[in-house]
């Protein structure tokens, strides 16, 4: 049975860091992409980065980019998202998922292309 826990997350002022974690189990973990996507209230969900299954390729939506860094280690079977210099617009439930079939994530990003999520996380940026 494939499953996704994530831990992390929770409030930080703006400039603040948090680190969200993503433990995979039921599946050969660095056979396959994962990617962090998150959903802001009021908002649909949107794809924030993405890694190969050899932690290649690491790749950043423009909002984040030089401040969030992905990562996994397929020892652990575990992926990350270290966020820093996190803005209020940062705020959101964030989710790590499975891409179906493929060590790869694919663009562009399509929610259909990933077969198992996370249970999400709240990240809330606030002062």
């Known amino acids: 049975q494939v499953q996704l826990v994530q831990s992390g997350g929770g409030l930080a002022q703006p400039g603040g860091s948090l680190r969200l974690s993503c433990v995979a189990s039921g599946f050969r973990f660095d056979y396959y992409g994962m990617i962090w996507a998150r959903q802001a209230p009021g908002k649909g969900l949107e794809w924030v980065s993405g890694?190969?299954?050899?932690?290649?390729?690491?790749y950043y939506v423009d909002d984040v980019k030089g401040r969030f860094t992905i990562s996994r280690d397929n020892a652990k079977n575990t992926l990350y998202l270290q966020m820093n210099s996190l803005k209020p617009e940062d705020t959101a439930v964030y989710y790590c998922a499975k891409r179906q079939y493929a060590n790869y994530y694919g663009k562009p990003f399509s929610p259909d292309d990933y077969d198992s999520w996370g249970q999400g996380t709240q990240v809330t940026v606030s002062s």
């Open positions: 890694i190969y299954g050899d932690g290649s390729e690491p």
